[in-house]
């Protein structure tokens, strides 16, 4: 029996609080640089330092792409920042879920109501593509997760191969 890979890259848009935060960090710093230039306060220095360094740090994180990788039933999901730092964020396995449904679907109504759980989003929040947003649930250690994340229509039909009473694409 062969395995089933695959592999697809979703790159996350960037949204208005996004763009409004960059535009903010680029202003802070921008300010502090001038007010340590102009008043040679150490202090102010020090802060004008600190928010550059901090700058290095955030300003990947607005260019970010999520790569799901799928081996027979599991799917990995890696972060990549600014399309050179990869990062396993997340693993998950068919068997352990509960149900995975269209995102909008009403088979999810039972488990969105649920004030505890915990919601991980590796969807690229186009709203072009928001049809295609399926959400997993799965339940471990008595937590449960809501997975939202953008499969192709292959890996959407191994997964139903896998696991045919949890899977539906409606």
């Known amino acids: 029996m062969s395995d089933l890979y695959l592999e697809e890259l979703v790159k996350k848009k960037r949204t208005g609080k996004d763009s409004a935060l960059r535009m903010g960090l680029m202003v802070l710093t921008a300010v502090m640089v001038v007010l340590a230039l102009l008043s040679w306060n150490l202090i102010i220095i020090v802060a004008a330092i600190a928010v550059c360094v901090a700058d290095i740090f955030i300003f990947p994180r607005f260019n970010t792409e999520w790569e799901y990788q799928?081996?027979?039933?599991?799917?990995?999901?890696?972060?990549?920042?600014?399309?050179?730092?990869?990062?396993?964020?997340?693993?998950?396995?068919?068997?352990?879920?509960?149900?995975?449904?269209p995102a909008s679907s009403h088979r999810l109504d039972y488990y969105n109501n649920n004030p505890k759980m915990k919601v991980s989003d590796y969807s690229s929040h186009?709203?072009?593509r928001e049809r295609n947003v399926y959400a997993m649930i799965v339940s471990n250690?008595?937590?449960?997760?809501?997975?939202?994340?953008?499969?192709?229509?292959?890996?959407?039909k191994d997964l139903r191969t896998k696991a045919p009473r949890k899977v539906f694409f409606d």
């Open 126 to 128: 186009d709203p072009e």
């Open 70 to 101: 799928y081996v027979n039933g599991e799917v990995d999901v890696d972060r990549i920042l600014n399309k050179a730092k990869r990062k396993r964020i997340a693993s998950f396995d068919i068997s352990n879920a509960e149900i995975l449904a």
């Open 141 to 156: 250690e008595g937590q449960i997760t809501k997975i939202l994340f953008e499969p192709s229509e292959k890996m959407l």
